[in-house]
């Protein structure tokens, strides 16, 4: 893909031109299209998810990441404070997506913990 767009990009820009082509938006040569393909990589993935597992916390923890690259790939739209705010705040939910979906996780880990200390104490415990 990196190839097809560079390719792309001299032809546009060929040798027949005789000024140097603009490069105030050289994060469209390969972005828009690599960030095309994770959201459709993304969705396929949460596609799958929902077939697989029926664990909510799994399903939400990949619809946030889908957020978030919608909204990095819509900051390649915009220029000045929006691009800048668009990426922090995709940063920013995806960071809390994370971190909850982990806390969660952990959450879930010590009460399983719990319930298997509690079982075994209950099997092990001999009453006379």
């Given amino acids: 893909m990196a190839l097809y767009t560079l390719l792309d990009w001299f032809k546009e820009t060929s040798l027949s031109s005789n000024k140097f082509p603009s490069f105030d938006s050289i994060n469209n040569l390969f972005f828009d299209q690599i960030f095309t393909v994770l959201i459709l990589v993304d969705v396929v993935l949460l596609l799958i998810t929902f ?3 029926d664990q909510f916390h799994k ?3 990949n619809s ?3 957020i978030s690259t919608i909204l990095i790939r819509i900051s390649f739209g915009v220029s ?4 800048i705010i668009l990426i ?6 995806g960071l809390a997506i994370i971190t909850i979906h982990n806390k969660y996780e952990r959450n879930i880990l010590r009460n399983n913990e719990i ?8 099997n092990h415990n001999f009453k006379f």
């Fill in 51 to 53: 077939f697989y597992t």
């Fill in 59 to 61: 399903i939400i923890r």
């Fill in 64 to 66: 946030g990441f889908i």
């Fill in 80 to 83: 000045g404070l929006v691009n």
């Fill in 88 to 93: 922090v705040v995709a940063v920013l939910f």
């Fill in 115 to 122: 319930k298997i200390m509690e079982d075994s104490y209950d």
